[in-house]
């Protein structure tokens, strides 16, 4: 059966109307990213990428952003994040919103481009983009990953798998792009990996055919793509930074989990079911002779690394592309233009409807309120307290920002930066868990935020230790008793004496009572109850 030509004079009705599917789902996933910010990471970088344009440097060490600092962080994603941070302090957040909403739809938009290219046909692509964002939305956010999507791309999708000759100003491009993408986030460690494997896998082909099984230009890429990894700051130092990054936030972060862990099964099932059955077509694809002794790339080989790698690390889902390409341009499915058309929109539409929701109209709000200590965040601004703040993960990042310098968070989400045992800590001062009260002690902690709802339900701490600031729906704040003690207690009277009609804040909402014998979570006194003192 012929292919449908890409000229669109020439395509059948069945291929217009893929067509324009593809156009709807692109709008489609430009419309679903106008939303608030949600996550604290976000806001982690933003802080970050405004710390450099203001002092036209790199993140220093000591960080100058939160105070638990052990050495840990690396500056691999600078760009992005003077990226993100220059467009939000021009266009505002509405502004950061609707620039993370094109390039997540420019991104959806050059896997359909890659993909109809490659294939020829437009039921291909929409297919192929459909399954992409059924695993890849998850992790949509205005974060450094964004532009690295993007680069990889362009970098492997358009400038490494076209076949046209190899210029002298596609070398450029290449190399250039490899080494902007380097200071655009770390994704970029992994493309010498990719067209390395298709290289090994080149090499076994021609020695098979009995030609010389070395391709000199397809060294020269990969060499030229492990050489632009050192081309940014960290240098050398990324490798074993990466490596370490999952045994640092193994069960402790979720992006850093499997796809098939307990979460995602109960959550959302069809990621870990789409990924292993597209693992299982690449090594069925895999099997079927090639005449060519030079496929275009990705060939199987970086095509199951990436399959493989999508199962077992959720943050790799946007690999996922490479798999898909190499699975629609192999496996030629001889199946009438109309019924392959239909097929494509049965699985865009159910792909659409397994996400969710239909696309959300422009949110008033910039930010989601309940991820974040919203109501609080003035309190802490005004009142200028003194000491170290200790804090939800989530929340580190939304801190910095509005603090921004005033008081800093305990951590804001570089879970590199404190190390393994931080974490530990931090979930144990949450949970007040037996050791919270020390753990607080040994880090001199003389302000606690946390949420509202995780302070009333688990083990209360000592209330003699302590004094309630703020407490709203979401957030407290605690003052712990220490040499900061009565300058903070004095900051917030001073606070409540300027905005009387704040002071329902500075007592607990309602009263519980705890076990016989044992203090409630709410016995923790009132600051203002020592202002008149």
Not at 119 to 129: G, H, I
Not at 285 to 305: D, E, G, M, T, Y
Not at 503 to 523: E, F, I, K, N
């Amino acid at each position: 059966m012929p292919v449908p030509s890409s000229d669109p004079q020439e395509l059948n009705w069945p291929e217009r109307l893929a067509r324009l599917g593809v156009w709807a789902l692109v709008i489609g996933v430009f419309a679903r990213n106008l939303g608030p910010l949600k996550e604290g990471d976000e806001w982690m970088h933003l802080s970050i990428g405004r710390w450099m344009l203001a002092h036209g440097t790199l993140l220093p060490t000591p960080d100058p952003l939160i105070w638990n600092d052990r050495g840990g962080d690396m500056q691999h994603e600078w760009l992005s994040q003077v990226v993100l941070a220059g467009v939000m302090n021009v266009l505002g957040f509405a502004g950061l919103r609707l620039v993370r909403g094109a390039l997540i739809a420019l991104t959806a938009y050059l896997v359909v481009h890659i993909v109809q290219k490659a294939t020829q046909r437009w039921s291909a692509a929409l297919v192929a983009t459909a399954i992409w964002w059924l695993v890849t939305q998850p992790h949509a956010a205005a974060r450094p990953h964004v532009l690295g999507w993007i680069f990889a791309l362009v970098t492997l999708g358009i400038v490494l798998a076209e076949a046209a000759p190899w210029t002298r100003r596609r070398w450029f491009a290449f190399a250039a792009l490899l080494i902007v993408w380097a200071q655009a986030h770390s994704s970029q460690i992994i493309a010498p990996a990719f067209i390395g494997l298709h290289t090994l896998g080149l090499t076994w082909t021609r020695w098979r055919s009995g030609q010389s099984p070395w391709d000199r230009p397809w060294i020269a890429r990969t060499a030229i793509a492990g050489i632009a990894v050192f081309l940014q700051p960290c240098g050398w130092r990324l490798i074993p930074y990466a490596l370490r990054s999952p045994r640092v936030a193994e069960g402790l972060v979720e992006e850093w989990a499997p796809t098939w862990a307990p979460d995602v099964w109960r959550i959302q099932p069809w990621v870990p079911v789409t990924l292993a059955v597209l693992l299982v077509t690449v090594i069925a694809v895999a099997f079927i002779r090639r005449k060519s002794l030079s496929p275009a790339f990705p060939n199987a080989l970086p095509a199951l690394l990436a399959s493989v790698e999508s199962l077992h690390t959720r943050r790799m889902t946007f690999f996922t592309w490479l798999p898909l390409l190499f699975v629609f341009r192999e496996a030629r499915i001889a199946l009438p233009a109309a019924v392959r058309t239909l097929l494509a929109f049965i699985v865009a539409a159910s792909v659409w409807w397994t996400i969710g929701r239909v696309p959300q109209v422009w949110p008033e709000n910039d930010w989601v309120q309940k991820n974040f200590p919203v109501a609080a965040t003035p309190f802490l601004v005004e009142s200028d307290l003194h000491g170290r703040l200790f804090n939800p993960d989530p929340w580190g990042g939304w801190l910095a920002w509005w603090l921004n310098g005033r008081q800093m968070p305990s951590t804001d989400g570089r879970m590199l930066m404190a190390g393994r045992q931080w974490a530990l800590d931090s979930q144990a001062i949450q949970v007040h868990a037996p050791s919270a009260e020390q753990l607080l002690a040994q880090n001199n902690i003389a302000v606690l935020t946390q949420r509202q709802a995780d302070w009333l339900q688990v083990r209360p701490l000592d209330p003699q230790q302590f004094a309630l600031a703020w407490a709203d729906n979401t957030a407290v704040v605690i003052l712990r008793r220490g040499k900061d003690f009565d300058h903070n207690v004095h900051q917030t009277c001073a606070f409540y004496g300027k905005n009387p009609q704040l002071a329902r804040y500075g007592v607990w909402p309602v009263r519980l009572q705890g076990p016989p014998g044992q203090p409630s979570p709410t016995d923790v006194p009132s600051v203002l109850t020592m202002c008149n003192k």
